[in-house]
């Protein structure tokens, strides 16, 4: 594996430094989600990176898009609007795109490529979360399709979405299974909640999903009848990969701020960057930069090479996930008092990052996976 980056590689990550500090960091947008952003963002050609050409994508390779992706969390602090974005490509139409029929992705993916309808996915439900088997939702079949009834909770991009990946409760040959659909807002039976308050995140809208004898044709299904689990396990994969690659670029940009901090900080008549117990943390942030973007990159390499990276995602996303909050509250430190007042936004910093050990399966969720897989190695 030679994870040197090319010339192309590192115009487009320049490039997209360069985009997102000109136009996606106004402070207005950070508390609400911004349009007229998201369009700026589709005009750049974020949403279509690793799609082929035919649907109007860049056909780019998926360790291009982990580079673009690390290069856009470093370069936007708006952190909402890329979790939006991040679910936007990477668990709606990148799922088309890989598990779609031909009517599905002539459909979808050339307008949400260009930014409308929005995509976002649908599996977590007020009494099924980590345990996603649990789900009540469920799709009967009728003579033309099936009908829809169920209830999705904190679905992120839920407000602003037009198209959702939904998965229910299916009866088949073998019994219940769970199949994935793909369904329009704008659907008879579709009802979305009011936005979800929440602690962070705030410019990446959450609500409640509610389908009454909503009805859809069997052209919507995703993939085929009772393939919902493999689905969710591979839209997970994809989670857990380039929605925290963008964390590890925000650990830089913390990392670089905190630097120059220290080297102008001084107390009892010296830089603080003199004192171990300042630079230690600084140390432990670059170190968990560099390991964690090795294996994003790995993961990267090996999606494509079009191979299954279940175990490897779950330890990228515990590892990045648990290291962003550290480097949040270590530069709070640093920082000291100055660091808790809102002018300096690294209490926002924070307030953003503490979501990250909880969505797309906990810290905890993630440890039984890699306990799970690695005994299996094991034996």
């Known amino acids: 594996m030679d994870f040197t980056l090319s010339k192309e590689q590192k115009e487009i990550r320049q490039e997209t430094i360069r985009f997102a500090r000109e136009h996606l960091n106004q402070d207005e947008d950070r508390d609400q989600f911004s349009y007229d952003l998201w369009q700026e963002a589709a005009d750049f050609g974020l949403y279509g990176l690793t799609i082929p050409e035919e649907f109007g994508g860049m056909e780019e390779s998926y360790l291009t898009a ?3 992706t690390e290069a856009l969390g470093y370069a936007c602090n708006n952190n909402g609007f890329v979790f939006a974005v991040n679910n936007h490509v990477w668990v709606g139409l990148n799922l088309i795109h890989l598990y779609g029929s031909t009517y599905l992705k002539n459909k979808y993916l050339q307008r949400m490529i260009q930014g409308n309808p929005i995509g976002a996915i649908a599996i977590t439900e007020a009494d099924a979360g980590s345990d996603a088997v649990a789900m009540r939702t469920s799709a009967e079949k009728t003579e033309d399709g099936f009908v829809l009834n169920g209830s999705k909770m904190f679905i992120s991009n839920g407000s602003i979405a037009g198209v959702f990946i939904v998965f229910a409760k299916t009866v088949g040959e073998k019994g219940h299974e769970i199949t994935a659909f793909v369904v329009d807002k704008d659907t008879p039976g579709v009802y979305v909640g009011k936005d979800i308050e929440k602690m962070g995140l ?13 009805r859809i044709g069997q052209e919507s299904i995703l993939g085929k009848m009772g393939a919902g689990n493999s689905i969710m396990q591979s839209a997970l994969e994809w989670e857990r990969c380039y929605e925290f690659a963008c964390h590890i670029g925000a650990m830089e940009r913390i990392m670089e701020r905190c630097i120059n901090y220290v080297n102008q900080r001084k107390q009892f008549g ?3 960057s003199s004192y171990q117990g300042v630079t230690h943390k600084i140390a432990d942030m670059k170190a ?7 294996l994003l990159y790995k993961i990267a390499w090996m999606k494509d090479q079009h191979r299954a990276a279940y175990l490897e995602t779950s330890i990228f996303k515990l590892t990045v996930s648990e290291a962003y909050i550290r480097t949040c509250r270590d530069a709070m430190q640093i920082f000291g008092a100055y660091g808790y007042t809102k002018e300096y936004g690294l209490e926002n910093e924070m307030r953003d990052a503490l979501a990250c050990s909880i969505y797309s399966g906990t810290s905890e969720m993630q440890r039984n996976t890699i306990f799970r897989m690695s005994l299996l190695d094991v034996i």
């Not at 705030?202 to 909503?214: D, K, L």
């Open 202 to 214: 705030n410019s990446c809208p959450m609500a409640e999903i509610t389908f009454q004898n909503c």
């Open 288 to 294: 968990a930069i560099e390991l964690s973007r090795l």
């Open 270 to 272: 010296q830089p603080i």
């Open 66 to 68: 982990a580079v673009v």
